[in-house]
Structures are given as structure tokens and as C-alpha cells.
T-cell receptor, first 110, second 114 residues
Framework: GQNIDQPTEMTATEGAIVQINCTYQTSGFNGLFWYQQHAGEAPTFLSYNVLDGLEEKGRFSSFLSRSKGYSYLLLKELQMKDSASYLCAVSRPGGQNFVFGPGTRLSVLP | GAGVSQSPRYKVAKRGQDVALRCDPISGHVSLFWYQQALGQGPEFLTYFQNEAQLDKSGLPSDRFFAERPEGSVSTLKIQRTQQEDSAVYLC????????????FGPGTRLLVL
């Protein structure tokens, strides 16, 4: 089976840095995606990692270690609008190409 | 269109009714996906189309669920004889080419079965 784990909830303060972890065990692996989803809205694409290492994109960075089955999303200079769910998804070959984790609900407090 | 659109945005059905949910993918996108998302959970895969061909329907929970994409663009997800456990948000996503590429999601249809 496919298994992806993320913390259920996290809380952080405006202006701070937060790291959201994701561990995965899947049959096959092409790459790992992070999506942001505000309540009642569509998931929106944040980042994609296929090779080990850190990908930086503005205030958001994503890290991947394929050998450890581990990724994290790093959010810097947190803003209130960053309060949302963050979904980790593994892209794999074959059927059910995208497997999503349960999502991490982040609350940013003033 | 500029993005993936879905209709209706909200649907209330009585148990036993049939419902049809529509998805308009981004123009030119080859791959189309349907997901079911329960409250507080990540999206769960239902089915996948490449153009008009349904290549994977392994996530459909029962034979009451049926999806089609007859001309390789618009897709419809049909649920027959709805049950209360079908209540969820149904998300549609499309990607430009291969299934492994970045998926772009629509706003979803929130289905409530009473």
C-alpha cells in the first residue's frame, strides 16, 4: 500500500519560520509535490522536488531526501494569509499516479 | 479557460437520487483526474483520463460511480443512488501532458446527501 504521513495541525506566529514534515512509503516514486489549500478552495501548486536537495521559491522552500523517504516544506516570514492546509503528494508511475497525505492545517497567529 | 472550472459548486441530494458533476479542464490539457476529499483529509484518487480514454478507475468506491470524458475535454462524474457516505468535496484536476506532471485543481463540488 501507499503511506504518507504529515502532522495534523501546527501553529506558528506571524513573522516566524515553520517547517512542515512529510514522510512517505510508496511503490514507485517520480517526485514529490506540495500544495496549499485554503478552506473551501482548490489546492494550489507550491513546489515540486524530483532530486535530493532544497528548492527555494521566495518565502517557500521544499526539501527532499529520496533515500529517507522524507520531505519538508519551509515557510519563512509567516503571514496571516499563510493559514491553510498544506498537502504533500507523491507522484508515482502506474495507477493512482498522485497519492496525497492527509494534509497539515497551519494556523498563523498574530 | 484560465483555470479548471467545476459545476455545480454545491449540490444537495436526497438519498437515492442520481447526481452529475461537471469538470471543464484547462484548455489543451491531456490528463484529467477526479478526487474525493472528506473534511479534514487529503484528496483521494478516484479516476484518471488521458484524452478520452479512462486509463485508471481503480479508486472508484463502487459501481454506483461512473465517469466519462467522451471528447477528451469536459468530464462528468456521475453518482447513482447516492448514499450519505458519498457526502464529500469532489475535486477535478488537469495536467498538460503526462499523469506525473503538475496537476491544477478546480474549486470542487461540495456534495451533501441527506
Amino acid at each position: 500500500g501507499q503511506n504518507i504521513d504529515q502532522p495534523t495541525e501546527m501553529t506558528a506566529t506571524e513573522g516566524a519560520i515553520v517547517q512542515i514534515n512529510c514522510t512517505y512509503q510508496t511503490s514507485g516514486f517520480n517526485g514529490l509535490f506540495w500544495y496549499q489549500q485554503h478552506a473551501g478552495e482548490a489546492p494550489t501548486f507550491l513546489s515540486y522536488n524530483v532530486l535530493d536537495g532544497l528548492e527555494e521559491k521566495g518565502r517557500f522552500s521544499s526539501f527532499l531526501s529520496r533515500s529517507k523517504g522524507y520531505s519538508y516544506l519551509l515557510l519563512k516570514e509567516l503571514q496571516m494569509k499563510d493559514s491553510a492546509s498544506y498537502l504533500c503528494a507523491v507522484s508515482r508511475p502506474g495507477g493512482q499516479n498522485f497519492v496525497f497525505g492527509p494534509g497539515t492545517r497551519l494556523s498563523v497567529l498574530p | 479557460g484560465a483555470g479548471v472550472s467545476q459545476s455545480p459548486r454545491y449540490k444537495v441530494a436526497k438519498r437515492g437520487q442520481d447526481v452529475a458533476l461537471r469538470c471543464d479542464p484547462i484548455s489543451g490539457h491531456v490528463s484529467l483526474f477526479w478526487y474525493q476529499q472528506a473534511l479534514g483529509q487529503g484528496p483521494e484518487f478516484l479516476t484518471y483520463f488521458q484524452n478520452e480514454a479512462q486509463l485508471d478507475k481503480s479508486g472508484l468506491p463502487s459501481d454506483r460511480f461512473f465517469a466519462e470524458r467522451p471528447e477528451g475535454s469536459v468530464s462528468t462524474l456521475k453518482i447513482q443512488r447516492t448514499q450519505q457516505e458519498d457526502s464529500a468535496v469532489y475535486l477535478c484536476a488537469s495536467s498538460l501532458g503526462l499523469a506525473e506532471e503538475t496537476q491544477y485543481f478546480g474549486p470542487g463540488t461540495r456534495l451533501l446527501v441527506l
